[in-house]
Each structure stands twice: as C-alpha cells, then as structure tokens.
C-alpha cells in the first residue's frame, strides 16, 4: 500500500497552509469544554480529528490516548482519571479520532502505519493546537496500541514514553539508537496474548527498555489496576531526576541484575524505579505461577 502522504517533503507546509484545517469549539458540559481539530483526510486516512481539552499555560508533555479500531478518543478525555492526572502533572491532553477502511485496518494497514501520513498528521495537529513540539506520552488499546508500536519505530525522539494494550499482529523491533521505554499489555485470555508477548520479547531481544504486563482476568479490555499502573509509570519520566531504574523478571516479578537481564533479555524487563514494584506486581500476572507450562 502507497499512501499519497509518504514521501512528500512539503506535507507540513501543505498542511498548514490549508484554509479549511479549522478547529471547531464544542462544549460536552460547562465543566468540561473540549475542542475538536479536524485535520483534512489523505491517502488511507479517512478521518484525522484530535479532541483536546485546554491545556495549562505551559505544558511539560502532551498525553495522546489512542483508543481501538476508527475509535473516538473524545470519551476518552473525558474520564476523570485521565484529566486529573494531566492536571497534576501539567500536560496537555488528546484523544485521536483516526479512521481507514475496516479491511485495510484487518491487515495491519491505514491509520496504525504511523510512517505513511498518519504519524505526520498527529504531529503536525499537535503543533497546530500547541503552537510548538512538546514531548509526547502515548498510550492507547487494540487499534491504538497498532498504532503507538509504530509510531515509536518512526518517530522515537518525539517520545517520553508509552503504554500499548491488546495488540497482537504487530511489525518485528528493529535496532535503532533512541528507544523510548515503554509498557507492551495484554490480558490472559485475550487472543492475541501470544502476538503481544512475542513482540515484547523481541523487542527486549533488540535492548529496549520495554517492561511487559498480562492482566489478570482480563480478555480484550482494559482492566483499572493496568490504567493506575501506566500513569504512575509515565510520571517517572516527567521528573527524570526521580527515577532509579531497575531490571525485573517478567515471570517471577523478582529483581534483576543488570548482567541476569542482559543473559535473558527476553524473560526480563525495565521499570523506571523500585517504588513501582508493587503497583506493577498488582496489575501483572506472574507467568511462572499460573502457565508456565505454556511458555
């Protein structure tokens, strides 16, 4: 698949220069306005609208939620959860409404190739609302998660860090010199459970410092204890000066040695301090306790 966005050296020029790029003022409460820009359709992008609540006057980060297959993030940045961590943490907050062709999506295609127009569209939106390049936090489910594995292998340096769930068909980690840290999710009895963790492991296998969660009792969903986990996670990298990363095992959930993790990269993971353990522990199935037999 060519998208007719690949490619093209003036495509942020062309976008910005567009009359109709507008944004579009909506109010879903008093308590709650929110904004709408609606980024103009190309190649195998149907839709490109960003939903954004108003953002502190000066922003450490933008936090893009990233919900499942041609989902609308509007809701998203409507969760209390949400908001009141971007609030205390001072970031500016996104939900994207991306949309492609169902059958394009079913073959991994459209909007989750990052590299072929929609990673240009998210990042030339965000300067448009935000009038500069602030570091971005990823996290998203299912079509979101397609989407945030790749826009990490195509745009590494734009990230802090990111959080993906319930992806299962996804491109192999290649070896490269920026490697945001990351969480790679999936619940136990979700299909595509074997897809999620081989990716994890080859991404281990590649040295990133990715950290990998099954949550328990879950399906294809999200589980409450996996979101509190990943917000605590992503706060460690808006305050680097607070982290004291360490290397766990992903089966026993034990600490790790630097050397241990590197002889087993794939059995291992990172975590950006040891006051996460537990919270991590909690969201976590330990694989060594309930499958083992069938890793």
């Not at 306005?33 to 609540?53: F, I, K, M, T």
């Not at 998660?145 to 990490?152: D, K, L, Q, S």
């Not at 080859?202 to 204890?225: D, I, S």
């Not at 959930?253 to 990269?265: F, G, I, K, Y």
Request: proline content about 6%.
């Amino acid at each position: 698949m060519t998208s007719c966005l690949a490619g093209c050296p003036s495509l942020r020029a062309l976008l910005f220069g567009i009359s109709w790029l507008s944004v579009t003022a909506i109010a879903l409460a008093a308590e709650r306005p929110l904004q709408v820009l609606r980024l103009p359709a190309a190649g195998d992008v149907l839709r490109a609208d960003l939903w954004y609540a108003k953002a502190p006057a000066h922003p450490r980060a933008v936090l893009v939620l990233c919900p499942g297959a041609n989902g609308n993030g509007r809701s998203w940045i409507t969760q209390r959860r949400w908001r009141e961590f971007a609030a205390r943490e001072n970031l500016a907050l996104v939900g994207i409404h991306f949309e492609s062709d169902s059958e394009l999506l079913s073959h991994c295609q459209g909007y989750y190739q990052a590299s072929k127009g929609s990673g240009d569209l998210l990042l030339v939106g965000l300067h448009q609302i935000y009038g500069k390049d602030l570091p971005v936090l990823l996290f998203g489910f299912s079509g979101g998660a397609h989407f945030i594995t790749r826009f990490i292998a195509w745009k590494p340096e734009r990230v802090l860090a990111w959080a993906a769930a319930g992806a299962g068909v996804l491109d192999v980690p290649s070896s490269q010199q920026v490697n945001p840290p990351g969480i790679m999710a999936c619940g136990e009895s979700d299909s595509r459970l074997g897809g999620a963790l081989g990716f994890f492991k080859q991404g281990r296998a590649a040295g990133k410092p990715w950290l990998w969660v099954e949550m328990p009792k879950a399906g294809h969903n999200l589980t409450p204890e996996f979101e509190d986990f990943a917000r605590q996670y992503f706060s460690f990298f808006l305050r680097p000066g607070d982290a004291d990363g360490l290397w766990v095992d992903i089966d026993g959930t034990n600490e790790l040695s630097a050397s241990a993790a590197a002889a087993e990269p794939s059995l291992s993971g990172w975590i950006p301090s040891r006051s996460l353990l537990k919270p991590w522990r909690q969201c976590h199935i330990a694989a060594s306790k309930f499958h083992s037999t069938n890793r």
